[in-house]
């Protein structure tokens, strides 16, 4: 049991998110979080949930000094429980919360990884992400000037840390996001 519902979790996302680009991003790494969770046998809610929370409060805390320590409290008063907010707190290095448990170690390693798929399926003619492949990626991952602010980098560590290739993890969030892809307005021009 979760303390909070999924339906309670989007609530709050629509509560503090108003753009849609931001609301896509946490839909995506709620999406991957899923998968994981399936992967691994946990819980998919239990897991889902904090990937969807995760950036919550940037549009209300939009630095690093403030998100995500500032909505902690925001979170607890609305019923998430204590340890979701710590996976929340734990990826944002800033925070010092320490990544300790799968949970943590697997909503880091999807959080960037996002917004890299995201960006390399909008740039394919189709802009569709049913179509996408990891060679794709892998072509625009060795262009340092494309999605210059994804830290490729801390995916890598995140991949690592996690205990998945690199490759193959980068599959599984395709994966996970196609099941979402009208969500994400990522399911092509046809459909545009």
Known sequence: MTGITRDEAWDIVCKYVDGQGLRRHMLAVEAA???????????????????LLHDFDWEIHPSLETHPAHGASILLDCGVPKDMVRTILSHAPQT??????????????????????????????????SDLKVKSVRK?????????GVNRAEIESGAMDLGVELWVHIANVIEAMRSVASELGLEGTEHN
Do not use: H, Q
């Not at 979080?33 to 990937?51: C, H, K, Q, V």
């Open 33 to 51: 979080m899923r998968y994981y969770a399936s992967i691994f046998g946990e819980d998919l809610d239990e897991w889902g949930i904090p990937g």
């Open 96 to 129: 010092g919360v320490r990544r300790e448990s799968l949970r943590d170690r697997a909503l880091y390693a999807c959080d960037e990884l996002t917004g890299l798929i995201t960006a390399v399926t909008l740039v394919r003619p189709s802009k569709s992400i």
């Open 140 to 148: 625009k991952w060795k262009n340092a000037a494309f999605a210059s």
